[in-house]
């Protein structure tokens, strides 16, 4: 039975991490030309990174080149560690529509010496977030489309059908690691076409029918 977690609409204040997947759309992997990753690659984020609608995404005056990543979320409902894949799903309490902006300025050097990437992905309102989404109103969280658009244009179009590791698979290998706690979101990975941005731009984003997205960005 699936987990029904009261405090879960409120994941944005009482969450602890936030745990990010890299280059888990096979669209993405087709793209670069890179090998299919044999298992998750996992970060982490601050929760002091989390955005609602009606605040602006600002631009650090530190980094020349932001990208937008529009993502399924996924809210933890109850913790777990050293969950099945069989088990997992029993331990998400819903979802969200989330954007995890990334410094691909910072991030490329840091994977050029083989650096963290922490202040280029948890710099402060890098990951905007819609209002929780009940576990109820997804039939099928690998079966959503997400689409995001810059001043109007369509950049990124793309379903969770393309996802190389499921749901599951992610809560089964991030608790073999760590216990994810209750409130804690899951940011699944991004389709084709994340690109930079720039102050002034208007980036919406959505996922299938159920959330919908608009944010002003501002410099620093």
Same mark, same amino acid.
């Given at each position: 039975m699936? =987990?029904?977690n009261?405090n879960?609409?409120n994941f944005?204040?009482?969450? +602890?991490k936030i745990?990010? &997947?890299?280059?888990?759309?096979? %669209?993405v992997?087709k793209?670069?030309?890179?090998? &299919?990753p044999?298992e998750?690659?996992?970060f982490? +984020?601050?929760?002091?990174?989390?955005?609602?609608?009606?605040?602006?995404?600002?631009?650090?005056?530190v980094?020349?080149k932001?990208?937008y990543?529009?993502?399924?979320?996924v809210?933890?409902? +109850?913790?777990c560690?050293?969950?099945?894949? @069989? /088990?997992a799903?029993s331990?998400v @309490?819903g979802? =969200?529509?989330?954007? /995890?902006?990334? @410094?691909q300025c910072?991030?490329?050097a840091a994977? #050029?010496a083989g650096?963290p990437w922490?202040l280029?992905k948890?710099? %402060?309102t890098?990951?905007p977030?819609?209002?929780?989404? !009940?576990?109820?109103?997804?039939?099928d969280?690998?079966n959503? !489309?997400?689409?995001?658009?810059?001043?109007?244009e369509l950049?990124?179009?793309?379903c969770?059908? *393309?996802?190389?590791f499921?749901v599951?698979d992610i809560i089964?290998?991030?608790? +073999?690691?760590?216990?994810l706690?209750?409130? *804690?979101?899951?940011?699944t990975?991004? !389709?084709?076409?994340? %690109?930079?941005?720039?102050?002034?731009d208007?980036i919406?984003c959505g996922?299938? /029918?159920?959330?919908k997205?608009?944010?002003q960005? #501002?410099? #620093?």
């Amino acid at each position: 039975m699936a =987990c029904q977690n009261q405090n879960a609409a409120n994941f944005l204040s009482n969450g +602890k991490k936030i745990v990010g &997947v890299a280059l888990n759309y096979m %669209d993405v992997v087709k793209a670069k030309n890179v090998p &299919v990753p044999k298992e998750p690659l996992v970060f982490l +984020k601050p929760t002091s990174s989390y955005l609602q609608e009606g605040q602006p995404i600002v631009l650090p005056k530190v980094f020349t080149k932001v990208a937008y990543e529009v993502e399924l979320g996924v809210v933890i409902g +109850k913790n777990c560690k050293n969950v099945s894949k @069989a /088990d997992a799903m029993s331990y998400v @309490a819903g979802y =969200c529509l989330a954007l /995890d902006l990334t @410094a691909q300025c910072n991030l490329g050097a840091a994977r #050029e010496a083989g650096h963290p990437w922490s202040l280029g992905k948890g710099f %402060d309102t890098s990951t905007p977030v819609s209002q929780f989404i !009940p576990l109820e109103k997804v039939t099928d969280p690998h079966n959503l !489309p997400l689409w995001l658009t810059v001043n109007g244009e369509l950049k990124q179009s793309g379903c969770t059908a *393309d996802l190389i590791f499921k749901v599951p698979d992610i809560i089964s290998h991030v608790s +073999k690691y760590m216990t994810l706690e209750a409130n *804690d979101l899951i940011l699944t990975g991004t !389709p084709n076409g994340a %690109d930079a941005f720039k102050a002034g731009d208007v980036i919406q984003c959505g996922m299938a /029918d159920l959330a919908k997205l608009t944010f002003q960005v #501002e410099a #620093e």
